[in-house]
């Protein structure tokens, strides 16, 4: 699919302006999952350098990147040094008729710049201001700098990841705890946004970099506090089941099996021609299996290693066993479910011309997402162009106080 910025649908945020000022990814990426569903966003760069970003990664074509090109996209780009009297004006002259206010800088920065979230919102009442930072606006960490990888050592993420006797591995995406981050950025930032249309008021909405990554630590927050128990790094296993691990092949590839109760078990060991191991008492409950998953890991490895890959899978799938290649990412793209589904979509760039990207997340139906536009040309646009734009419209708090009026003139009429 080719994306176009024409005939698009309603897109649920319609109407919300956004001032990205944040660098590399988590802030960023934020604001980029706003704009894909209809938020204008203006992105605050550097002037002369722009976003580290653009740099980061592997250069495209046209000197900057292909993670700049697709994970900044849906922004307008404009130059603005917020260390001068000139470039802070222009900044509030921006922000005081924006939604958001998206920012990363470290705790306290902009606050010595007269910039900081009491001093916008009092020009701006209706002003969300989402500030990610290494360890969030409080405690005796929040000063100090952090990055994705250091959020993922911190919160015991990363001692999980590897082999039981090697290092903490990073995992495949570099960006993790940041993409979660901002992820929960956005989430804060329309549970804000709806909190406007009640109040009339703006807030702040801090999120740290390790505060995603801890979220999905599954059950080892509650076991730890309550026995002290934690869990070694395991490799391709997992501790709730067995098997639930990474095959080798016939071919040499890697083949994924995760049978995460009985049923599933003994269907599996139905494929393998394996009804044996059903009256063996190693095998015959979850927890045995854990407790032989070396033995078990063997039976099923050995099977894996000398069927043809096509009649794993197939039986696997026939008998509703989960199952799935270990796959690169060229065997992504070319599957026909990424294709179905648009999971990557091609869109235009003006300079670098069609580039392939993810695509927008989560799918709604009616009023879906859409990628108008890849990472911006540097300063394309001035920051007086967007106030004078934004100022025709009307400023945050008259449409915040009229969303009030319209609600409680609802509420009277029922």
Known sequence: MTGSATDEPVRPLEGIRVVDAATILAGP???SV????????????????GDPMRRLGTAGPEGDTWWWLSDTRNKESVEVDLRTDEGAEAFRSMVDRADVLVENYRTGTMDRWGLGFEDLRARNPGLVQL?????????PLATTAGVARI????????????????????????????YLAGLYGALGVLLALRAREVTGRGQLVDVALYDGIARVLDELVPLFSATGIGRDRMGPDTHRSAPHSNYRTVDGGWLTIACTNDR???????????????????FAT???????????????????????????????????????????VDGYLAHPQVVARESVVTVEHPTVGPVTVPGVVPRLLETPGAIRRLGAVLGEASADEIARRWADAGDVTDRAADTNLEREAEGDAT
């Open 29 to 31: 990426y934020a604001a």
């Open 131 to 139: 500030s990610v930072s290494g360890y969030g606006r409080t405690g």
């Open 264 to 282: 599933m078990f003994d269907r599996l060991a139905e494929v393998m021609g394996r009804t044996d191991l059903l009256d063996d008492e190693r």
């Open 151 to 178: 959020a993922e050592a911190f919160t015991g993420f990363a001692a999980l990841t590897g082999e039981p006797d090697g290092a903490p591995n990073l995992t495949g995406s570099s960006g993790l705890a940041d």
């Open 34 to 49: 706003l704009g894909e569903f209809g938020a204008e966003v203006v992105k605050v760069e550097q002037p002369g350098v």
């Open 286 to 328: 979850n927890a045995a299996r854990i407790a032989n998953r070396e033995l078990v890991n063997m039976v099923v490895g050995d099977w894996v290693a000398t069927t043809p890959v096509d009649d794993v899978v197939a039986g696997c799938e026939g008998a509703a066993v989960p199952v799935g290649l270990v796959r690169t």
